[in-house]
């Protein structure tokens, strides 16, 4: 069965530039979460989505940062306009009700 | 609210030695408890969860962890541990019904095997 995928795995981009992360859900998934890890700070759930609506973006740092879920099997995270504190590592995760998350393999973003 | 506690940031085993992992939550009722690993470059793993029943819970890979409820612990364990087991530990905790699925991750706990 394919897992959560997705793209791109590495991101390289200058100050300022528009960034947008991609992810493909388990099918039958009807959670979705995107996470940031970084040294400092750890593994931080940003926001979730449940059948396809945003129920908690407690965790999005700022305005800068918005996601969308336009349908079942597709989710973005945008940052715009992009800074150097923004790189890290960005997962997605899916899961049913009651089920762990399965995580994708992440996209590293290196903002200079 | 909840929280995940790994007391060891780093920890270092010998190959073929015995590995445990500790992990203490808190939270106000009976949580799910989970263990993931992350080896470099990828994403997260599920080694194995605790939903209710049996407080011994069989992994992946040959790991087990026990919930101790009185103890507000999960601690992680392999009897003899493989090069191949190099990687980063985390715990989380959740309570899906309540919290959508939600889940608290531990700061996680790096191990690395010596030859």
């Known amino acids: 069965d394919a897992g959560v995928i997705q793209s791109p795995r590495h991101e390289v981009t200058e100050m300022g530039q528009e960034v947008t992360l991609r992810c493909k859900p388990i099918?039958?998934?009807?959670?979705l979460f995107w996470y940031r890890q970084t040294m400092m700070r750890g593994l931080e759930l940003l926001i979730y989505?449940?059948?396809?609506?945003?129920?908690?973006d407690s965790g999005m740092p700022e305005d800068r940062f918005s996601a969308k879920m336009p349908n079942a099997s597709f989710s973005t995270l945008k940052i715009q306009p992009s800074e150097p504190r923004d790189s890290a590592v960005y997962f997605c995760a899916s899961s049913r009700v009651t089920q762990p998350q399965h995580f994708g393999d992440g996209t590293r973003l290196s903002i200079l | 609210a909840q929280s995940v506690t790994q007391p060891d940031i780093h920890i270092t085993v010998s190959e073929g030695a015995s590995l445990e992992l500790r992990c203490n939550y808190s939270?106000?009722?009976?949580?799910?408890l989970f263990w993931y690993v992350q080896s470099p470059g990828q994403g997260l793993q599920l080694l194995l969860k605790y939903f209710s029943g049996d407080t011994l819970v069989q992994g992946i890979k040959g790991f087990e962890a026990e919930f101790k409820r009185s103890q507000s612990s999960f601690n992680l364990r392999k009897p003899s541990v493989h090069w191949s087991d190099a990687a980063e530990y985390f715990c989380a905790v959740g309570a899906p019904k309540a919290a959508g699925n939600k889940l608290t991750f531990g700061g996680g706990t790096r191990v690395l095997v010596k030859p």
């Open positions: 939270y106000g009722a009976t949580p799910y």
């Open positions: 989505f449940n059948n396809n609506v945003p129920i908690d």
């Open positions: 099918s039958g998934h009807d959670y």
